[in-house]
């Protein structure tokens, strides 16, 4: 490990994906742009009036959490399902990038970040010659929910551990603890799917939400039955997307974030609640921004502790 300065990064070139959206069921396209040093990362819709196009993806414009992570109005300007990109950017150490989409929500892929977490390393980064900036927790913060709970605390570097516990036999109770980098990201998170049971997601649909979902992009649970033929990608994939929505999720804290986040029996709410916790009734004192040289591995030239995303699926945790 070598002790050197990190600079901000963007891509070094534009990238388009194609797919479905999962709720609608219909096309949907998103194109990632590369951005100037601290635009961040910003979604746009190529089909919105021109007064109403830029979303930062920032927990502020966050609007809805039940069934995925929703920035702003769909119905003008807003984009959904941005949850699984937004974790394979700030993973990967994407800091600044346009996200282009020709609708309100986000190709679904295959369920998981592996589609994007290609397509950015295609194209590659580019570093760019400004710092980067990272927002480091001071003091814990915590929310209740009844039984389950999330806290964010102090840490040397970026660290998730979470737990689920369904009353499911298949998955009961997992957890997943490991300090969070774009190689631990790649090899360990990136590929678990989003998930849910057959009768939840007959009743999506009878709503007509998950219009989209299949077998494709998602692990569907009967009873104590995996349906997929192919079965689950780790005996423990439950809890690997759980903590992959999380991560994209904290993503929208803006910056990445030094510091520790546990949850148990988590979800996009709590994970967004956490942030409303830490940036309106917790005071500045439970954090500092913070422009500093991290310690990385030489071998991962875009590397950084990353953060944050979540997942299309009812939030049933």
Same mark, same amino acid.
């Given at each position: ?70 920035? &702003? ?13 937004? &974790? ?10 346009? #996200? ?18 290609? !397509? ?63 190689? #631990? ?34 692990? !569907? ?25 999380? #991560? ?24 967004? &609640? ?35 995303? &979540? ?7």
């Amino acid at each position: 490990m070598t002790h050197r300065t990190d600079f901000q990064t963007t891509l070094a070139d534009q990238v388009t994906l194609t797919g479905i959206g999962v709720h609608s069921g219909k096309p949907a396209s998103v194109t990632l742009l590369p951005a100037d040093a601290g635009t961040g990362i910003v979604f746009t819709r190529c089909d919105a009036r021109e007064d109403a196009r830029l979303v930062p993806a920032r927990w502020d414009q966050v609007t809805a959490t039940a069934l995925c992570t929703v920035l &702003a109005d769909p119905a003008r300007n807003g984009v959904s399902t941005v949850e699984h990109l937004m &974790a394979a950017l700030v993973a990967l150490g994407v800091d600044n990038a346009i #996200v282009e989409m020709d609708g309100p929500e986000m190709p679904i892929m295959d369920g998981s970040s592996a589609p994007f977490v290609a !397509a950015i390393d295609q194209v590659g980064l580019k570093r760019l010659d400004r710092g980067r900036r990272y927002l480091r927790i001071k003091k814990p913060v915590r929310i209740d929910v009844g039984s389950a709970w999330c806290e964010l605390l102090p840490y040397d570097g970026t660290r998730f551990e979470v737990t689920i516990e369904f009353e499911s036999a298949l998955i009961g109770r997992q957890t997943f603890a490991r300090d969070l980098t774009p190689d #631990v990201f790649r090899k360990e998170l990136a590929r678990a799917r989003t998930f849910g049971q057959v009768k939840d997601v007959e009743k999506l649909w009878a709503m007509g939400f998950a219009l989209g979902s299949s077998l494709e992009n998602s692990v !569907a649970l009967a009873e104590d039955r995996v349906l997929n033929p192919e079965g689950t990608r780790w005996p423990d994939e439950f809890v690997r997307h759980k903590a992959l929505d999380a #991560v994209g999720d904290l993503a929208l804290a803006g910056l990445p974030i030094l510091g520790l986040y546990r949850s148990f029996k988590g979800g996009h709410k709590m994970n967004h &609640a956490i942030l409303e916790e830490l940036f309106m009734r917790s005071g500045k004192d439970a954090y500092d921004i913070v422009e500093a040289p991290v310690w990385r591995d030489t071998t991962q030239s875009a590397g950084r502790p990353a953060l944050a995303a &979540a997942a299309f699926g009812p939030d049933v945790s």
